[in-house]
């Protein structure tokens, strides 16, 4: 009966020992041959994968390819656009593109959801990427977020599979909800915050209708979303900032207001 529980004994032992030597990193080579484990830690704990291993493997699913190609741009928005499409001029010439550019004055997300100025531009000049700039107009629009959802989300329809940018209006006081609704329907990777360099930024210089950004502002303006394009954006192209001033036109059409 001792020889019985000897053995038993034994057995008990040489499995512990082979179950810790599983949860173990280091290996033992018995004459030159390695002692192979158990099955025993990934029963329990599952097969593992390093930190290190599984961050790379979601930063590379997440980060968009990066699009080298010369694109067509259409910049398109409101009087924001005074400016900016100086700046979005030098940016094009610099890095290949093409620029055209459409300044609606006094144009909200009501008047682009109701008419289609948006898509007429888009099959007037076939464009590869978009620069929406909206909003500035409705900062301080009540109930916002009921009123104009659906000519939101028929803007960003209008522009079916063409990669887009809607950028933000340059705040220089608190909305009441233009913001948050374009970043509901636009997504985080399509929407630009432009008020987060703007609001309560005094190196932000405006014109005295406090409202409409300074050259100088504009072209800041313009480094950051160019930044943000080619790192976080959705739609990745090149748009690295120009040593000098551009010298082609902004291809410019100016739509006067609706009566």
Known sequence: MKDVWRFIAIILISTGILALYSFSSKTIKIGGVELKKTGIKSFFVGDTIPQEAMIAVKVKEEVPKMDSSSQKILLIGDSMLEQLRWAARDYCEANGHELYTVMWYSSQSMWFGQYDTLKYYINLYKPTYVMLVLGANELFVSDIKTKR?????????????VPFVWV??????????????????????????????????????????????????????????????????????????PEAKGSMSTNTVILQPLK
């Open 149 to 161: 959802a659906d000519f939101v989300k028929k803007i960003i329809n209008d522009m079916g599979d």
């Open 168 to 241: 933000g209006p340059p705040n220089w006081k608190d909305d009441t909800g233009i913001n948050d609704l374009i970043l509901r329907y636009a997504k985080t990777g399509r929407y630009y915050p432009s008020y987060k360099i703007s609001l309560n930024n005094p190196s932000f210089g405006r014109y005295k209708d406090g409202a409409h950004p300074l050259p100088s502002a504009a072209s800041y303006w313009m480094d950051e979303l160019a930044v943000w394009i080619m790192n976080k954006s959705d739609f990745p192209i090149i748009l690295n900032k």
